[in-house]
């Protein structure tokens, strides 16, 4: 049986924890304020590249694949419920039900997805980004990582963006978005309906909307992590509500029985000193 002093130790240090839930709450809550505002001008760029690849009809070349790329967006930061393990569990599954002899790579960005998929995927990791989730994602950051992959130099046939979409305060979905390369783009039929490109225009395009469906990405995921966060915490802060409700009445109870228990002892001893 817990000690006074145990409960007192253990009813102090709940307390506390429920005060870091409530303040985490508090910042996530502001956070996610400032995400869901800038995620309304950053889906413009998801809207736009999807459309264009869309009205373009591009689609992945026809037979064996051999080469797919697989970019996960996450970030550094935890305690914010499955949002980086749903991403890692989704390219788990779709690496799995690939075909025998294609050629995988895997881009992560955030040190969550790394330290879960480097248990199983290790050598396939092409490129890894970390310092992300600190701060609001830039377009500045998706062209960092968007230059990585590139400048990695692997002739994908098919690639995925794996994100978490956000859809409410409570709510969001692993998702991905299809990427293609500079080679299927301009094999497309339809690819000068638009204009007349040359090639170095439409290479610069092409990377450009490889960073703008990052971008995209890390927004959506952004603003899904910070509203995951804030459920997460305001669950943890009413866990520690009942815990301490519950101590509270436990210290009580053993309280009174310490007090039941030392008056018996007291009544005892003066009746058997009355009775000599």
Not at 12 to 19: E, F, H, L, P, R
Not at 70 to 82: A, E, H, P, Q, Y
């Amino acid at each position: 049986m817990a000690t006074l002093k145990d409960l007192k130790l253990r009813l102090k240090s709940v307390k506390n924890i429920q005060k870091i839930t409530k303040s985490m709450k508090m910042v996530s809550a502001a956070k996610f304020a400032r995400a869901e505002r800038e995620l309304r001008s950053a889906r413009s760029y998801g809207a736009g590249a999807a459309s264009f690849y869309e009205k373009a009809e591009i689609k992945a070349p026809e037979g064996p694949k051999q080469k797919q790329l697989i970019v996960t967006l996450s970030s550094d930061r935890g305690l914010c419920g499955g949002v980086h393990s749903s991403l890692c569990k989704a390219i788990k599954l779709d690496v799995a039900g690939q075909a025998s002899g294609v050629e995988t790579r895997v881009v992560c960005v955030g040190d969550k997805a790394r330290n879960i998929l480097q248990r199983v995927m290790k050598d396939k990791f092409l490129v890894t980004c970390s310092d992300i989730g600190k701060k609001p994602p830039t377009f500045v950051d998706a062209s960092k990582v968007a230059q990585s992959v590139l400048g990695m130099d692997f002739g994908y046939d098919l690639g995925n963006i794996y994100y978490n979409k956000f859809r409410s305060v409570i709510s969001y979905k692993t998702s991905k978005l299809p990427i293609f390369s500079l080679d299927t783009v301009a094999a497309s039929k339809n690819i000068y309906v638009f204009d007349s490109l040359d090639a170095e225009t439409l290479r610069c395009y092409q990377e450009f909307q490889f960073a703008s469906l990052i971008f995209y990405g890390m927004k959506e995921n952004a603003t899904s992590e910070q509203s995951s966060r804030m459920s997460a915490m305001d669950n943890a802060s009413k866990n520690a509500g009942e815990m301490i409700g519950k101590l509270t009445l436990q210290y009580n109870r053993t309280r009174q029985a310490v007090i039941t228990r030392e008056l018996i002892e007291i009544i005892s001893g003066a009746a058997a000193l009355t009775s000599k």
